[in-house]
């Protein structure tokens, strides 16, 4: 069980990397850069930026570690998450079982078989 635990808190991990907040608001004003005053302000706020981003993930981390230990000493919420698991196997084994995914995937192997061929060989070249 602790294996696929700590898959989970890798995905959930990337996902909160994928899809956490943005840096930046999509509506925020450039500042104007015509002013040591105004590059220094900016600087102090990219500064500011990068310490509440550094507290969100470490946040998010104390949040996944959380969970795990919940994961690992609360007997109900154990049961549901192997539930989950199971649940999620017999819905991937059901997605798989189409005709059309199963060509999508073996073109898509096809592809990665390609890619790895050639990285493989370029590999090669650099030594």
Avoid: C, W
Avoid at 15 to 36: D, E
């Amino acid at each position: 069980m602790t294996g696929k635990l700590m898959l989970t808190a890798g995905m959930l991990a990337l996902l909160t990397t994928v899809f956490g907040a943005p840096s930046t608001p999509a509506n925020a004003t450039p500042a104007r850069k015509n002013s040591s005053v105004s590059r220094n302000a900016e600087k102090d706020e990219l500064a500011k930026i990068q310490e509440l981003e550094l507290m969100h993930r470490e946040f998010i981390a104390r949040i996944q570690k959380k969970r795990m230990e919940l994961l690992k000493t609360n007997p109900k919420l154990a049961k549901m998450y192997l539930e989950l698991l199971k649940v999620s196997r017999e819905l991937a084994v059901e997605l798989d079982s189409d005709p059309e995914i199963q060509e999508l995937n073996e073109a898509r192997y096809e592809l990665e078989r390609k890619l790895n061929k050639l990285r493989k060989r370029q590999q090669q070249r650099k030594k």
